[in-house]
């Protein structure tokens, strides 16, 4: 399965570009433009996965200690911030053409900059929080944290003024995905960037253990030189 | 309980005897409220509309440094770890903190927000209740979070720039809340702040919940 993961998100990847830019419809109102839709909502997807997977690994981790938990959060807020950022590029991309701004204080836009700002924080705190091994019981209470902030701040930004578009909850904002080819691309695109977020993780999972295995190692090759002198 | 408030008393008498962390958080305040006010340069027209923003972002960044500085006290002569080898439940701590926050940034609000009022031309005295409701439920939220947050920042290297860090994107609901819900009593009274006040609500339960239980974790050794 794992050795899989790699081609296996290479050929949904290809699949995913040949329907947005060969297959699906230019949209009527937007035109060329709207084509960024099928990675901006694919993309904020996976971060949303990726923060509850931080918040679900914290919480393991609280109960039994299992490192492996541990270092499975820290790749999920990893890969949760990078796809965030990845919807903050894509979105004023399509918003300046279309609104006009590149930015506007919008309830989504808030709430993604404000999500993207609290997982920001926890990888400065995994960072710079020092070398202490009570570093991941704090990394999983702000893990746990952030997510309890997930619906509060869904909440209150409804109290701000909006323009985002929600074609796909309330039917609002462009002609909405008429054409069935638009929602093929939209899941197609999805599939293939939570694969690449799985493997992403699957690597930097992987590479943490090896790092703690190193720094063992060298422990004890520490102590043994200590032994000899 | 009974934990709580002997932690509680024993907070307050360290703040009445030394008078230092209540009387610099006083001048920051007021000092917060002018740099806030003059960098807008409001016309007397346009300066009430100000008040609930300016009002609460010199009540969140002092409260910072207010929270900050009560832990920065107890790891003088490791005075937490003393704490916690006294048979005290970690929740009982949380709760003692948490109360002392509340007390210290309450009086931090009696000065702070008739400032405000006076500041920007408001006429608060009709306000007055609705305007205490939306304070109090702020500032316990604030507290609620900042408190298991503080615990958590001393503890680690960089914590002085490590609070804000971590506390600011967290408490954006409760900012937005707060500024919604003064907005609204100061032009209507409540009726028109159901929205902010639920969203204060809200916080102030989830993280009040999840501070008393989530406590140990960060203090135990």
């Known amino acids: 399965m794992r050795r899989l993961l790699p081609p296996l998100t290479g050929l949904v990847m290809l699949a995913a570009l040949a329907i947005v830019f060969l297959v699906v419809p230019t949209e009527a109102d937007m035109g060329i433009v709207q084509r960024i839709f099928y990675f901006h909502v694919a993309s904020a997807w996976v971060a949303f996965l990726g923060f509850f997977l931080v918040a679900g690994a914290s919480a393991v981790y609280l109960w039994n200690g299992s490192p492996t938990a541990d270092r499975l959060a820290y790749a999920a807020a990893e890969v949760g911030v990078l796809f965030c950022t990845l919807v903050l590029v894509t979105g004023p991309i399509w918003a300046r053409p279309i609104w006009g701004v590149w930015w506007t204080w919008d309830p989504r836009l808030t709430m993604t900059v404000v999500l993207w700002a609290i997982y920001a924080s926890y990888l400065m705190l995994r960072a710079f929080g020092g070398g202490d091994a009570a570093l991941g019981r704090y990394a999983a209470v702000l893990g746990i944290v952030g997510v309890l902030d997930i619906p509060l701040i869904v909440v209150s930004v409804r109290l701000l003024r909006g323009i985002h578009p929600a074609v796909l909850t309330r039917q609002e904002g462009g002609t909405g995905l008429v054409d069935p080819w638009m929602r093929v691309g939209l899941l197609v695109s999805a599939l293939a960037l939570i694969l690449l977020a799985a493997w992403f993780v699957d690597l930097r999972v992987r590479g943490a253990r090896l790092d703690d295995e190193v720094a063992a190692l060298r422990r004890e090759l520490d102590a043994r030189r200590g032994e000899v002198a | ?221």
Not at chain 2, 43 to 49: D, G, H, R
Request: glycine share 10%; charged share 15%; hydrophobic share 60%.
């Open chain 2, 1 to 221: 309980m009974r934990d709580a408030l002997a932690i509680l008393a024993k907070d307050l008498r360290i703040e009445w005897r030394t008078r230092e962390g209540i009387s610099s958080v006083f001048v920051l305040g007021v000092l917060l409220l002018v740099v806030l006010t003059v960098a807008q340069d409001p016309s007397p027209e346009t300066a009430p509309t100000l008040a609930p923003g300016v009002l609460w972002a010199a009540f969140v960044l002092t409260g910072l440094l207010a929270v900050q500085r009560g832990f920065l006290l107890e790891r003088e002569n490791d005075c937490l770890a003393g704490l916690l080898t006294a048979p005290v439940d970690p929740g009982a701590i949380y709760a003692g903190k948490l109360a002392a926050n509340v007390v210290l940034l309450a009086v931090m609000q009696t000065v702070v927000v008739p400032l405000t009022g006076l500041f920007l031309h408001l006429d608060l005295i009709p306000r007055l209740p609705a305007l205490l409701l939306v304070c109090l439920l702020g500032n316990v939220g604030f507290a609620s979070l900042a408190t298991l947050f503080g615990a958590l920042a001393t503890r680690v290297r960089a914590r002085e720039v490590m609070l804000p860090l971590l506390l600011l994107p967290l408490l954006v609901p409760l900012l937005i809340g707060a500024v919604e819900a003064t907005r609204a009593v100061l032009v209507g009274g409540l009726a028109g702040a159901s929205g902010g006040l639920g969203v204060l609500a809200a916080f102030d339960v989830i993280f009040a919940v999840a501070g008393w239980l989530l406590f140990a974790y960060v203090v135990r050794d």
